[in-house]
């Protein structure tokens, strides 16, 4: 074959560290706004970034030349510097270790769009440690809970 032809989304979710709530209504469009751009800069295509104050949900079309890996950490690390150099804070900027990542097919788009659009309305309801434990319980990602989230010292 001469060409590579493909269609792949992911999901991924990561948190501040700590889970703090430290995403503020003032500025986090805008912070929303550079994630998907970063995305975008590596040749993948963002479809929506949205979350709440403790963390974030990007759902995007990549291609396989690229690893998740690479394009989370590339996406957190730019992002916080970019908080970071904007002062949006007293304190340093940082994002949790680590990610949850699942794929989706291309008939399944619509409706993981319309759930990280809903994010303010859904965490009204449901915590973010309850909503991340029951995305892992679903697609069957096994995970060890003394690993899922940094807790204060």
């Not at 892992?136 to 990602?141: A, I, N, S």
Request: glycine residues 6%; aromatic residues 16%; hydrophobic residues 35%.
């Amino acid at each position: 074959m001469p060409n590579t032809y493909f269609q792949m989304y992911v999901q991924t979710v990561f948190a501040v560290k700590y889970r703090e709530s430290q995403i503020k209504p003032e500025w986090k469009s805008q912070l929303f706004e550079v994630i998907g751009n970063l995305i975008n800069e590596v040749n993948c295509k963002t479809l929506i970034v949205n979350g709440v104050s403790d963390h974030v949900h990007c759902l995007f079309g990549f291609r396989p030349v690229h690893s998740i890996s690479e394009i989370m950490q590339s996406v957190k690390a730019k992002s916080s510097k970019w908080i970071n150099e904007k002062g949006f804070l007293k304190n340093r900027f940082e994002w949790q270790e680590g990610y949850g990542s699942v794929t989706y097919s291309h008939g399944q788009v619509d409706v993981v769009f319309r759930y990280i659009k809903n994010q303010e309305r859904h965490h009204q309801k449901e915590t973010f440690k309850d909503e991340y434990v029951g995305m892992l319980k679903k697609y069957g990602v096994n995970y060890d809970e003394k690993y899922l989230f940094y807790e204060p010292i």
